[in-house]
């Protein structure tokens, strides 16, 4: 049980981190600091006017920002300390040979690849598919510490999940609608890495003729050229509304698949299917307000925020129930 918390621990600090991550990329802090994995060649922030001066001359008269600087650092000091973390699990698992020392392993080498995005992001001056790719990370992380938890609390308590006969139907249909929230993710994390959140501003899907001017080639080119920095994004108009375009529609496509699965979670009406129908609707209704927020109010930073929290919060939920429907049958 004691293990158990751990874990538990584990997987609040990852949700920390995203959302310290994503508060940090919203606040255009994330070349707060020009160097990895310190800050102006110092462990903390430079606070001394010498020691700052020092540093603006070291990085090419650079100005340091303490306010930025400090949340990227912030950042960095979390997601240190959630490795360490996953350090110790994946050493507890593999000493007590436990069945889930193999996605322990898996995990620790996503977080070590991680430390290397998080290095890159800061090097190639947030190259979008270097800071998509750190993000979709975070979301791996925190997915697989909710497995290897379900895992472990499987062996303990096995029959809490969902008891009776599952059809391998509904099973399918979960799979899909975990797919389509991945791909929903994927494409929210482009958005926001080629500042594209408002280049729609009405509802439901674009303003104007917006039909007229779609660029996917530009718009999903993982290569945009060499710039001296990406931040505040290097495509045109035109590529970053097709890029909102294809998140807005494929939002209702994913909002569809999950409502669906949570019906017939509700007709299931086994133990817990019920529970986590109205888990998934809720979280779903939150997120797609949370979506419509960030138009209206023109990408608020809470909101923003919040948003990236209703996407984990998605995520992990139809990790918990693709589990459940596989455990059960």
């Given at each position: 049980m004691r293990f158990a918390w751990f874990i538990r621990a584990a997987i609040l600090l990852a949700f920390v981190v995203i959302l310290m991550g994503a508060y940090t990329r919203l606040s255009n802090a994330g070349l707060g600091c020009p160097d990895?994995?310190?800050c102006y060649g110092q462990v903390t922030v430079p606070s001394q006017p010498s020691v700052i001066k020092?540093?603006?001359?070291?990085?090419?008269?650079?100005?340091?920002?303490?306010?930025?600087?400090?949340?990227?650092?912030?950042?960095?000091?979390?997601?240190?300390?959630?490795?360490?973390?996953?350090?110790?699990?994946?050493?507890y698992l593999w000493a007590s040979k436990a069945a889930s020392k193999k996605?322990?392993?898996?995990?620790?080498?996503?977080?070590?690849?991680?430390?290397?995005?998080?290095?890159?992001?800061?090097?190639?001056?947030?190259?979008?598919?270097?800071?998509?790719?750190?993000?979709?990370?975070?979301?791996?992380v925190i997915a697989l510490l909710l497995l290897i938890y379900l895992v472990q609390w499987q062996k303990t308590s096995p029959n809490n999940g969902f008891a009776g006969k599952i059809g391998s139907s509904i099973q399918v249909h979960a799979l899909l609608a975990l797919v389509a929230l991945i791909i929903q993710i994927i494409l929210g994390g482009w958005t926001s890495t080629n500042y594209a959140a408002l280049s729609c501003t009405s509802l439901p899907i674009c303003q104007g003729n917006w039909f007229q001017h779609l660029q996917f080639?530009?718009?999903?080119?993982?290569?945009?050229?060499?710039?001296?920095?990406y931040e505040f994004g290097v495509l045109s108009a035109s590529a970053r509304t097709t890029i909102h375009v294809c998140h807005?529609?494929?939002?209702?496509?994913?909002?569809?698949?999950?409502?669906?699965l949570a019906y017939r979670l509700w007709q299931l009406d086994i133990l817990n299917s019920r529970v986590m129908a109205v888990v998934l609707t809720l979280f779903l209704l939150l997120q797609v307000s949370l979506g419509m927020s960030n138009i209206l109010f023109q990408l608020p930073l809470p909101v923003a925020v919040a948003h990236n929290g209703g996407?984990?919060?998605?995520?992990?939920?139809?990790?918990?129930?693709?589990?459940?429907?596989?455990?059960?049958?």
């Amino acid at each position: 049980m004691r293990f158990a918390w751990f874990i538990r621990a584990a997987i609040l600090l990852a949700f920390v981190v995203i959302l310290m991550g994503a508060y940090t990329r919203l606040s255009n802090a994330g070349l707060g600091c020009p160097d990895w994995p310190g800050c102006y060649g110092q462990v903390t922030v430079p606070s001394q006017p010498s020691v700052i001066k020092q540093a603006e001359a070291k990085f090419n008269g650079q100005i340091v920002k303490p306010a930025k600087a400090w949340l990227e650092m912030i950042h960095r000091y979390l997601a240190g300390t959630l490795g360490t973390l996953i350090l110790a699990i994946l050493i507890y698992l593999w000493a007590s040979k436990a069945a889930s020392k193999k996605l322990a392993l898996l995990l620790t080498v996503i977080v070590v690849f991680q430390a290397a995005l998080g290095m890159w992001t800061v090097t190639m001056k947030l190259m979008p598919i270097v800071v998509m790719s750190h993000l979709l990370g975070g979301y791996a992380v925190i997915a697989l510490l909710l497995l290897i938890y379900l895992v472990q609390w499987q062996k303990t308590s096995p029959n809490n999940g969902f008891a009776g006969k599952i059809g391998s139907s509904i099973q399918v249909h979960a799979l899909l609608a975990l797919v389509a929230l991945i791909i929903q993710i994927i494409l929210g994390g482009w958005t926001s890495t080629n500042y594209a959140a408002l280049s729609c501003t009405s509802l439901p899907i674009c303003q104007g003729n917006w039909f007229q001017h779609l660029q996917f080639a530009q718009a999903f080119n993982p290569f945009q050229g060499q710039h001296q920095t990406y931040e505040f994004g290097v495509l045109s108009a035109s590529a970053r509304t097709t890029i909102h375009v294809c998140h807005r529609i494929w939002a209702m496509v994913t909002s569809i698949m999950l409502l669906t699965l949570a019906y017939r979670l509700w007709q299931l009406d086994i133990l817990n299917s019920r529970v986590m129908a109205v888990v998934l609707t809720l979280f779903l209704l939150l997120q797609v307000s949370l979506g419509m927020s960030n138009i209206l109010f023109q990408l608020p930073l809470p909101v923003a925020v919040a948003h990236n929290g209703g996407a984990v919060l998605l995520l992990l939920t139809m990790v918990c129930i693709n589990f459940k429907l596989r455990s059960a049958s």
